[in-house]
């Protein structure tokens, strides 16, 4: 089975070059978002987890007074990313 679709086209090599420099750009976004993802850790203390979410320190300790959720484990706290990307999808209006 072959899924490959054929469009033939005839463009001006302006044009060609303006599609390849889109299609260079969405390759080069994706593979940043990949890397991107890649560094970011899943579980995160307070301060990563501030940073993670672009606030400050006091704001994050609002939102976790809002509910987010905070793993304790011997007197340390860890926030886990998951918990972060819901608790700001639970406050989409």
């Known amino acids: 089975m072959n899924n490959q679709l054929y469009i033939p086209l005839k463009l001006e090599e302006t044009s060609l070059k303006l599609l390849e420099d889109i299609f260079k750009s969405i390759a080069e976004n994706i593979i940043q978002q990949i890397e991107d993802e890649k560094n970011i ?6 301060k990563q987890a501030s940073s993670y979410l672009g606030v400050s320190f006091n704001t994050l300790k609002k939102f976790i ?18 918990d972060i990307d819901n608790f700001l999808e639970s406050k989409i209006k």
Do not use: A, C, F, T
């Not at 007074?65 to 998951?82: A, F, K, N, T, Y």
């Open 41 to 46: 850790q899943v579980y995160m203390n307070k």
């Open 65 to 82: 007074e809002e509910g987010l959720p905070v793993i304790d484990v011997s007197g340390i706290q860890m926030i886990r990313r998951q």
